[in-house]
């Protein structure tokens, strides 16, 4: 005779029933929501709002945190898994990539130069002028730029003094040969430090001399034919020129102004605002590949990738030698192991200090190219995202020590003796003898 299940063991069978029942419904209501969403839903809600983002560069050694970003697969690991860093012929090239926008087939962000995310913003260099807000979110860069020099005006010792060429210019101009000094874009960095080290020597830049607009990647071959005088660019193309003999390299931009602000990580600010979190994570992956740049275990191997066909397409000992800090001036002079040399990281040159974007801007004020009336400070608070990059520096564990407690460096002093105080501007502008603005 079987026996009664014991009222224990009927309330056990009844709790294992709920029990299944819970499961399986449970299961089915996980199930209808992921019909409902789309794959990845869930691990999208905790990561960044996209896993996409394109962005252009130049061939510029200053350009290697992103391709080191995306060569370590750092902007995989921060989410960004379809991240592409598609390469630009020029300047302008970038500047209307990014007007497009990657929904239009261009860009998100760029390696840029530091005032352009301001003119772009300001409309200044825009078709019709139409402004296109942006986000300046990191700086990639400072230091070591130069300024090249054609090899005929070698016998006039020209160097960090340019007052030499001031008399062989107006030789040449007088023969009816027009002087021209190249740079890299209207109102960019390159085009700023040529018109400073021309201007300190007593050269006019627009008057005494033509300055014309040359991508960086033909300055050599358009030198080697005679089409210009001097230039002013980043690296690796000042060192090609003095391995081929074609010119000299009258001074590095780290000898005018000692750990300038060059390059920056600009973004349309309607990316950053649409994707928060991937601006983080795009930030998060940039200032990472920075800290692996700046190592001197790491400088070969990147060199390596950087001359690689798809990035530079360039011989390696075109870039290894100033990254280093080992500088061959062309005209004899060689330094070797130098402070000179690229910073990635050290030294706060990831921080994108406002103090540095409002001298850029009043030398674009000083040269007529902004006007003498615009609201620098107002216009630096829209487009500076300091804010963003110190919520990822935390996140990325960054010691407080690497992390500026100010937005502004303080005074910056020049090598011909002139100082910049971001709380005076306008006496800096007074300073100057050689300017467009009265």
């Not at 040399?341 to 030398?363: G, N, V």
Request: aromatic content about 8%.
């Amino acid at each position: 005779m079987s026996k009664k299940p014991t009222v224990r063991a009927r309330r056990a069978g009844i709790a294992r029933r709920d029990l299944l029942k819970g499961a399986t419904a449970t299961a089915g209501l996980i199930a209808a929501v992921r019909a409902g969403f789309p794959a990845g839903a869930f691990a999208q809600a905790a990561g960044p709002e996209t896993n996409k983002v394109t962005l252009g560069f130049i061939a510029l050694t200053d350009s290697a945190p992103l391709i080191i970003a995306k060569e370590k697969k750092l902007f995989d690991k921060y989410g960004l898994t379809d991240a592409n860093v598609n390469k630009q012929a020029s300047w302008g090239t970038t500047r209307d990539n990014i007007v497009l926008g990657s929904a239009a087939g261009g860009i998100d962000g760029a390696h840029i130069l530091t005032p352009l995310p301001y003119l772009i913003s300001l409309g200044t260099v825009t078709a019709e002028n139409k402004p296109v807000p942006m986000a300046m979110l990191a700086r990639l860069n400072t230091d070591s730029q130069a300024i090249s020099v054609a090899k005929e005006f070698l016998p006039t010792g020209a160097r960090l003094d340019a007052s030499p060429l001031k008399e062989a210019f107006a030789k040449k101009k007088a023969a009816g040969t027009d002087v021209k000094c190249a740079m890299t874009f209207r109102g960019g960095t390159h085009d700023m430090w040529i018109r400073y080290w021309l201007a300190a020597g007593g050269i006019d830049p627009d008057k005494d001399v033509s300055t014309i607009v040359v991508p960086p990647p033909q300055m050599v071959a358009n030198m080697k034919v005679g089409n210009m005088d001097a230039f002013c660019v980043g690296e690796p193309w000042n060192e090609q020129l003095v391995n081929q003999g074609i010119g000299y390299t009258a001074c590095t931009t780290g000898e005018i102004w000692k750990h300038h602000p060059e390059k920056s990580l600009g973004v349309r600010a309607d990316w950053v605002e649409k994707n928060p979190k991937a601006a983080e994570a795009l930030l998060m992956a940039v200032m990472e590949a920075q800290q692996w740049c700046d190592k001197l275990e790491n400088k070969e191997e990147m060199c390596q990738i950087l001359s690689k066909r798809q990035w530079f397409n360039v011989p390696v000992a075109d870039i290894f030698g100033r990254i280093k800090g080992d500088i061959n001036y062309g005209d004899g002079r060689k330094a070797a192991g130098t402070d000179l040399l690229m910073k990635f990281w050290r030294d706060h040159a990831s921080y994108p200090f406002q103090s540095h974007e409002l001298w850029f801007l009043t030398e674009n004020q000083r040269w007529g190219i902004l006007a003498r009336d615009l609201d620098t400070k107002a216009i630096i608070a829209k487009v500076n995202r300091e804010d963003l990059w110190r919520t990822a520096a935390k996140k990325l564990g960054v010691p407080a020590a690497d992390i500026p407690a100010s937005a502004s460096r303080g005074k910056e002093t020049f090598f011909d003796g002139k100082v910049f105080d971001p709380d005076d501007p306008k006496a800096y502008l007074a300073s100057l003898a050689i300017k467009k603005v009265a």
